[in-house]
């Protein structure tokens, strides 16, 4: 779909009959739900169309009740959507990019962080889960929630917030992941909701056209029957699967225990979809769930935002300095601890002593090789309460030519080299 505001009727002559306009870049939004504060006068093209989505009584349902049209529609929408947020970001590069990306002469795009899906929105979330790791332990549990296609996505995202809900309110999780078929004389409920949804197959020879089929299933199914919980040599967890003689008849295969993809028993029932659910060990399932960010290092790691422009007044940084200048509590905590105990004030550019909630800070990554900033960032991780940059380096009353000398000083780095 283009801007042109004809574009819809003529694409979709039977959702706008009457060949009404489209969306254009030139709605303004109704001064009643405009508040002041709102800098933004136009509606933008996801709001129109999320507008457009919608059953309205007095209204016509010709977009929401038109089956194959509407789902047509909605990609289309979506397309036109992306290839306009994508072609701003195309226009403004000099803009996005600054002085850090200007040594790349390649003519590549830089997408920022703040663009979904983008190297650098999944590097962040990376570096947020790391960062959530260090502060409260390693996770104990790896949950994977997944719904058929044909589940509309709010019911979904109501039942994603119901298991959140469940999972830091009421306590679902023990010793109680299960990997059996129950018995229907004792668990009927039980027993269809893992028919329906955990039962891994058929696939292999029985059914080579099942996705998880290359060559032979790429999840190895099925299991081998174990009489107890284990390790294998790669240290993954090897879960028990008696044989209980439950079986299941799928077509003209038999499954049974070894094609139980492990679950938890009142999740899936309460849920009535796929959630897998298994153990977590170790930091190495945070990386598998954000593989696309140890692809290779970004030498264009947008350093600006974590550790401030000293040139361009106050940042984030600057504000820390000052904020220990004046408060002797905060002395004690290190650059990455201070978002626990203060707020930023975006307005006033100020660290504030936080009165309430909750929040985990990191120093943004910045890549070896990115010079002095990669040692002051460094650095940032274990001095508490200095006062200024020439204070940050200064190691037992002795100033430092530089950041690297500083961590040297300080015994972060190993050797010389
Ligand atoms: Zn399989």
Not at 298 to 306: A, E, G, I, L
Not at 347 to 376: H, M, Q, T
Request: with cysteine; hydrophobic share 35%.
């Amino acid at each position: 779909m283009s801007l042109n505001p004809k574009f819809d009727a003529l694409h979709f002559p039977l959702l706008f009959p009457y060949g009404e306009d489209g969306y254009h870049p030139l709605i303004k939004y109704r001064s009643a739900f405009c508040p002041p504060s709102m800098r933004r006068q136009f509606v933008t093209q996801r709001e129109y169309y999320a507008f457009r989505l919608q059953y309205r009584n007095g209204e016509g349902h010709t977009i929401v009740q038109a089956g194959k049209a509407l789902q047509h529609f909605c990609i289309d929408a979506y397309s036109s959507i992306e290839l306009n947020r994508l072609a701003f970001l195309c226009c403004h590069q000099p803009r996005l990019t600054a002085e850090v990306y200007q040594g790349d002469k390649m003519g590549h795009i830089v997408l920022p962080g703040t663009y979904i899906g983008s190297p650098r929105y999944m590097q962040q979330l990376y570096h947020d889960a790391m960062a959530v790791v260090e502060f409260f332990g390693n996770p104990d549990l790896f949950i994977t929630f997944t719904y058929k296609p044909m589940v509309i996505s709010r019911v979904f995202h109501a039942k994603l917030s119901i298991l959140i809900d469940d999972i830091k309110k009421n306590s679902y999780f023990g010793k109680t992941i299960a990997t059996k078929i129950p018995d229907p004389q004792q668990d009927l409920v039980g027993y269809e909701a893992v028919c329906k949804f955990m039962l891994h197959g058929p696939c292999g020879e029985a059914n080579t056209n099942a996705p998880c089929v290359k060559g032979k299933c790429s999840k190895q199914f099925p299991k081998e029957f174990h009489s107890a919980t284990t390790f294998d040599k790669f240290g993954n967890v090897v879960y028990r699967r008696s044989n209980t003689g439950v079986e299941v008849q799928k077509g003209s295969v038999v499954l049974d225990n070894r094609h139980v993809v492990p679950y938890n028993r009142n999740l899936l029932v309460k849920m009535q979809a796929h959630i897998n659910v298994e153990v977590c060990h170790k930091g190495k399932l945070i990386k598998y769930l954000f593989k696309y960010v140890t692809k290779g290092p970004d030498r264009q790691s947008n350093v600006r935002n974590v550790l401030g422009n000293p040139n361009v007044g106050k940042t984030h940084l600057t504000e820390w300095f000052a904020l220990n200048r004046r408060d002797p509590q905060a002395r004690v905590l290190t650059y990455a601890q201070i978002p626990n105990n203060y707020t930023w004030l975006p307005d006033c550019k100020e660290w504030n002593p936080r009165k309430k909630g909750f929040a985990i800070g990191r120093v943004a990554y910045v890549p070896p090789g990115s010079g002095d900033v990669f040692f002051l960032r460094m650095m940032l991780t274990k001095v508490r309460g200095a006062l200024n940059y020439a204070h940050l380096r200064t190691f037992n009353g002795e100033l430092c030519p530089d950041f690297e000398k500083a961590c040297e000083k300080l015994g972060l780095l190993s050797d010389t080299s």
